[in-house]
């Protein structure tokens, strides 16, 4: 086969693989997400004992099945991508790599098979399919403000963890020991199910100091929760005033990026030529 040959090749097999805008494209997706919600529940119905007994056979084979086919899927988007190694690291790449391995993981580490219910998260690309060009743009819109806040809920993060080892080893010296509060781990383990509202119930204070703490806590509980959503809404404000009116669904041949804006020549995020 010549190089132009293949490489003709390549393009037209990621039009149908990659690409939603045509019949084929269209119906490929189709057909990948219904076998991906059949699979999904293909794992969830060999979960139940009862129907494991009785019909494990079918459903061993079904999940082999799927495998084979989800692998095979695999390679070839590798094969008509530019860029594999991009792809192959880019969410959807792990995501589809991570969809297949449980299943031969099973051979050595049995139980390893239930983790294939992570093939729902491939049912993402329905927005592609279904050309809901607004939805990827609210989810683009979505992931510039969880990255722009980033650092803010990290620095948050490590405030609420430094609070609540003083919190809990606090408890530890009030409560001690006889109370439930046997070490400074343990102590902390309930300053945060405390602070983040939770309550197990599982270990709660029974002296008067330590009840007052406990109140204090759970007061601060509830202003620190609105913290990170008030980061975010921030965020996802400013995102939406800078952001494009309309994007397409197309992927880029060489990286698979989307998001692109409908008079776009060449990818944002590779440079490639679309």
């Known amino acids: 086969m ?13 039009e149908v693989i990659f690409e939603a805008d045509t019949v084929a494209g269209k119906l490929f997706d189709i057909i990948l997400i219904v076998s991906i ?5 293909v794992v969830m119905l060999d979960s139940i004992r009862s129907v494991r007994l009785e019909h494990g056979a079918v459903l061993y084979s079904l999940e082999w099945g799927f495998t084979i086919l989800f692998t095979v899927e695999y390679v070839l988007r590798l094969t008509c991508v530019r860029s594999p190694r991009k792809y192959a690291l880019s969410f ?6 991570l969809g297949v391995l449980p299943t031969y993981l099973s051979l050595f580490l049995p139980g390893s098979q239930y983790l294939l219910v992570i093939r729902i998260l491939r049912v993402l690309r329905v927005f592609r399919v ?10 683009e819109l979505l992931v510039r403000a969880l990255r722009a806040s980033g650092r803010k809920i990290t620095v ?9 080892v003083v919190l809990g080893s606090m408890m530890y010296l009030i409560e ?3 109370n439930g509060y046997t070490s400074i781990p343990t102590s902390i383990y309930w300053a945060v199910v405390t602070l983040t509202t939770v309550g197990y119930g599982d270990i709660s204070p029974a002296t008067v100091p330590g009840r007052m ?3 204090v806590i759970m007061i601060m509980g509830y202003g620190i929760i609105a913290v990170p959503t008030g980061i975010v809404s921030v965020e996802i404000a400013q995102a939406a005033r800078r952001r494009p009116r309309d994007i ?3 992927a880029c041949p060489n990286c698979s990026a989307e998001g692109h804006d409908p008079d776009a020549a060449f990818c944002k995020n590779c440079g490639a030529r679309l």
């Open 2 to 14: 010549s190089e132009h040959a293949a490489s003709s090749w390549r393009e037209r097999l990621h």
């Open 37 to 41: 919600l059949v699979s999904v529940a």
């Open 92 to 97: 959807y790449g792990i995501v589809d790599l």
């Open 130 to 139: 279904l050309k809901l060009a607004l939805y990827l743009d609210e989810a």
């Open 156 to 164: 948050f993060l490590f405030a609420v963890l430094t609070l609540v």
């Open 176 to 178: 001690g020991e006889n």
């Open 213 to 215: 703490l406990a109140v």
């Open 248 to 250: 397409s669904t197309q």
